[in-house]
């Protein structure tokens, strides 16, 4: 079955609209396990949120945007902004942040395998080199910068079931996160607005030097040696490239 084929059967499941008896009895089934697909995704809202009034809003979504392929491990690509947009979460403005870093969590952990670029590829680079080298960011690394909220503090709370929240105990301000996964396991760590910025010049295929001038257009007081060496110790990069001549893990 292609995925077409796939999507416009779960459709007319959905709605009741399909003759065969076998799929109107399972209509209520396929929805639950799409709706167990998106808690499985999504556990920091589950937690904010509370699990009931997560599966209705799930189900919710599940009638608006169904999957588009049978395999479920990555549904909800959509899921952040519909939470952005649906009128009850209104008084929640973290929400949509929140759900878009469990989605950026489920892409790094299915991105593809890669090792990560060592700091010692780039030592003994002469200034100029180092300048005019592009640095590829690693298969599963994602990053984000949320300007007026503490989505990155928020997220890793709520991810981690062990952690108690305590909303008044949080720095109401900007922050920015970065996610890799050099071996098994999915990590992440904080990042500053200039380190965003520069991974995203990277990502775009921009030399250092001038990603690093992006860093400093975002954040003038960014620390650019601090935060590459950072970036190399959390496994943000791939490979480097200097001129027709790459630099391996």
């Known amino acids: 079955m292609t995925h077409a084929a796939f999507h416009q059967g779960f459709?007319?499941?959905?709605?009741?609209?399909?003759?065969?008896?076998?799929?109107?009895?399972?209509?209520?089934?396929?929805?639950?396990?799409?709706?167990?697909?998106?808690?499985?995704?999504?556990?920091?809202?589950?937690?904010?949120?509370?699990?009931?009034?997560?599966?209705?809003?799930?189900?919710?979504?599940?009638?608006?945007?169904?999957?588009?392929?049978?395999?479920?491990?990555?549904?909800?690509g959509g899921f952040p902004a519909f939470l952005g947009r649906f009128g009850p979460a209104a008084d929640l403005p973290y929400l949509e942040g929140v759900a878009s870093l469990d989605q950026l969590w489920v892409e790094s952990f299915a991105a593809a395998d890669a090792d990560a670029l060592r700091a010692d590829a780039l030592v003994g680079l002469a200034p100029d080199a180092l300048g005019g080298c592009r640095l590829v960011p690693h298969p599963a690394a994602r990053w984000s910068w949320h300007p007026r909220l503490p989505i990155a503090t928020l997220w890793s709370h709520n991810r981690e079931w062990g952690v108690d929240t305590d909303l008044g105990d949080i720095a109401w301000q900007g922050e920015g996160v970065l996610l890799t996964r050099p071996a098994l396991d999915v990590q992440w760590c904080g990042l500053t607005a200039g380190g965003v910025a520069l991974l995203t010049a990277c990502a775009k295929g921009h030399a250092l030097a001038d990603a690093a001038s992006a860093a400093l257009a975002e954040e003038p007081d960014c620390d650019l040696a601090a935060t590459l060496a950072l970036l190399l110790e959390q496994g943000a990069f791939a490979a480097a490239s200097l001129s027709s001549r790459g630099l391996e893990p």
């Open 11 to 76: 459709v007319k499941t959905l709605q009741g609209a399909t003759g065969d008896p076998a799929m109107a009895v399972y209509r209520n089934t396929v929805v639950k396990g799409c709706i167990d697909a998106l808690e499985a995704n999504f556990p920091a809202v589950v937690r904010l949120v509370g699990r009931d009034w997560f599966r209705s809003v799930a189900a919710l979504y599940v009638a608006e945007e169904p999957p588009r392929d049978p395999r479920l491990f990555a549904y909800g």
